[in-house]
């Protein structure tokens, strides 16, 4: 069999570390060759690339840590500011950030941040606004109006920084929505959760299964949609963003399923209870399908994994029962689970590279 167009075809290919790695088995590179030609495809950062990521994570956390303290000023000297002195200094921060992204352009690294800067603050002018006038909007409404301000920003910023806060104001906007205007509660229950802090109170949240679908189902269509054009456009590429999105998904479908299969067989009265881990084994049977066959990602594979496990693990607990031997079997079956899991990753992980 031919297998010279194989080879060019393999040449043409981008150079990657999986594809250096089956060359260097191949052609049994010796160490010290195998480390230079990482060194020039730039794998391995080199001193530059180092000031590089340093200088990024110092300009994103720079620019966090600024709004958290415009946030933290006008909070701590509320009574003492006039109304115009708050509502001028957020706007006056706004349209600099905005003439600094102008300036600097959406390319750069400090672009990007100005253009972020200026979204974050819109939701604190928003909330500035409510709480100075008093206009008795219902909260989700702050968060609604805030994505819908920026998001002529997050299409003309090309920034998976942006369209996560998007995704964030998104999700807020469907929990409150959902609790304060469609179905409120009054309970001892949500009001001690809403003291104890936001996790607590967004788990109390997820015990509402028809809520805690719609959050899985928006946040899926989300990654859908991501994973389908990312592969068309540069700058969605980068991958944290689809994980983030992923683990909000797994999250809130793991979460419903847990409560299902510890609530007991009563759930099952309302066939969309029973939905839970109908959405659960077809979100993950399809991520493990996508990102094993179309778009490698261990990370996604792992959690993907790591869903499986606490989910199979809370339903062998729920039908054996309480008991020291229980325990055993359960640590037993964590053991096993992750043993396998490991072991397939590393198997999926070698045939990317004989396949790359």
């Not at 990521?53 to 994103?60: D, G, T, V």
């Not at 409120?184 to 104890?196: I, R, S």
């Not at 309480?322 to 037993?332: K, Y």
Request: a positive charge; proline letters at 3%.
């Amino acid at each position: 069999m031919n297998t010279a167009p194989d080879k060019t075809k393999m040449l043409t290919r981008p150079a990657t570390s999986a594809r250096l790695r089956q060359i260097a088995m191949q052609l049994r590179w010796r160490p010290l060759v195998y480390r230079r030609a990482l060194q020039l495809v730039g794998v391995p950062p080199d001193a530059e690339r180092w000031r590089q990521l340093a200088e990024r994570f110092l300009l994103l956390f720079a620019s966090l840590m600024i709004c958290t303290g415009i946030a933290a000023l006008f909070a701590y000297n509320w009574a003492e500011l006039d109304r115009f002195v708050k509502f001028g200094a957020i706007e006056i921060g706004i349209l600099g950030c905005v003439a600094l992204a102008w300036y600097r352009g959406l390319d750069a690294l400090s672009g990007q941040s100005a253009l972020f800067g200026a979204s974050a603050l819109v939701g604190l002018l928003l909330a500035v606004y409510g709480q100075t006038y008093q206009t008795g909007a219902d909260p989700y409404g702050l968060f609604l109006s805030w994505a819908l301000l920026i998001l002529g920003w997050a299409i003309i910023g090309r920034q998976p920084g942006i369209w996560m806060l998007m995704v964030i104001l998104a999700n807020l906007s469907l929990i409150l929505y959902w609790e304060q205007v469609l179905y409120p509660q009054e309970n001892f229950a949500a009001g001690l959760a809403t003291v104890l802090g936001p996790l607590v109170r967004l788990t109390e949240a997820f015990s509402d299964f028809r809520l805690a679908q719609l959050v899985f189902v928006l946040n899926a269509a989300i990654l859908i949609l991501w994973e389908w054009f990312a592969g068309s456009v540069i700058w969605m590429q980068g991958r944290w963003f689809p994980r983030l999105v992923a683990i909000l998904a797994l999250s809130a479908i793991v979460a419903t399923t847990l409560i299902l299969i510890f609530g007991g067989l009563v759930s099952l009265s309302r066939w969309l209870h029973s939905m839970a881990p109908v959405w659960f084994a077809v979100f993950v049977l399809g991520c493990l399908w996508y990102y094993r066959r179309r778009r490698y990602d261990l990370f996604m594979l792992s959690i993907c994994l790591l869903a499986i496990v606490l989910v199979v693990t809370s339903a062998v607990a729920r039908l054996l029962g309480d008991g020291f031997e229980v325990a055993l079997i359960l640590a037993l079956l964590v053991i096993g689970q992750t043993a396998a899991s490991a072991y397939w990753l590393r198997a999926v992980a070698r045939s990317w590279r004989t396949t790359a």
